[in-house]
């Protein structure tokens, strides 16, 4: 059985998808441009060209994004929990984290890019430069909020600090980790379309930058909302395992 929770965001997901299709197949229809053609020419397309055409780009996008935010959260939840449950490390580390994450992590691009390259190296660190941040706060905040009586009634009963990481810290701040790893989602994905203009032939950014330039607004239209629906299936999925690890929320 499916929750009406659940149900309701589905539901949710599925109106908004319906209002934005008839507002761009109405605006198609009224300007009628080959700059806008309409969503109906657009998905037959992708259903033409997909597996010939598109799918390693997109295969490549998300191999990308999803590097980039499962190093993010490998490094970033260690990080975030030690500064949170020890206040020496969080002294230490505080200022440095306050100090370069109001940076434009865009205008550190070609800094990244002269010191590792125009590969894959240079692209995962900005997707991991972007969300790390977010998820370091998050999760020593997370750490913070905890109530000290909850740690001594868990020491009194003899538990050490892996138990008291696995029964208490987990637990209790995996909810705002995903949170969070939500929010820098969506930039992440658009510094990774802008990383993917420089210096690779594959990835939605340069299939959809090399079909604006060969004007081919079918093709670009199609980059993008395969973009899109790959942002709404990351989106889905940290959903997911959010609604596993804190379901006794």
């Not at 499962?70 to 449950?85: E, H, N, Q, R, T």
Request: charged share 15%.
């Amino acid at each position: 059985m499916i929750s009406l929770p659940t149900k309701n965001k589905w539901q949710g997901a599925l109106y908004s998808a319906i209002v934005v299709l008839a507002a761009w197949w109405l605006i198609a229809g009224l300007v009628q441009l080959p700059i806008i053609p309409s969503p109906v020419a657009v998905f037959k397309n992708i259903m033409d060209i997909f597996q010939t055409r598109m799918e390693t780009h997109a295969w490549y996008s998300l191999a990308r994004i999803s590097a980039g935010i499962i190093i993010s959260l490998l490094v970033g939840v260690p990080l975030g929990f030690l500064m949170g449950y020890f206040e020496r490390v969080d002294r230490l580390l505080s200022p440095l984290v306050y100090f370069t994450y109001p940076v434009p992590k865009l205008a550190l691009l070609p800094v990244v890019m002269l010191i590792f390259g125009l590969g894959e190296s240079s692209k995962l660190i900005m997707i991991v430069l972007i969300v790390i941040f977010q998820i370091i706060i998050s999760a020593r905040d997370a750490v913070k909020g905890i109530p000290q009586e909850i740690y001594r009634s868990l020491q009194s009963l003899g538990a050490s600090r892996f138990q008291m990481l696995t029964e208490i810290i987990i637990p209790a701040s995996a909810s705002e980790v995903l949170t969070s790893t939500r929010l820098a989602l969506g930039t992440a994905i658009s510094i990774l379309f802008f990383t993917e203009t420089f210096g690779t032939e594959y990835g939605m950014g340069y299939f959809i930058m090399d079909s604006w330039m060969r004007v081919n607004y079918l093709d670009m239209y199609a980059g993008i909302v395969v973009l899109s629906f790959m942002g709404f299936c990351l989106f889905t999925v940290i959903d997911l395992i959010e609604k596993y690890i804190s379901s006794w929320r």
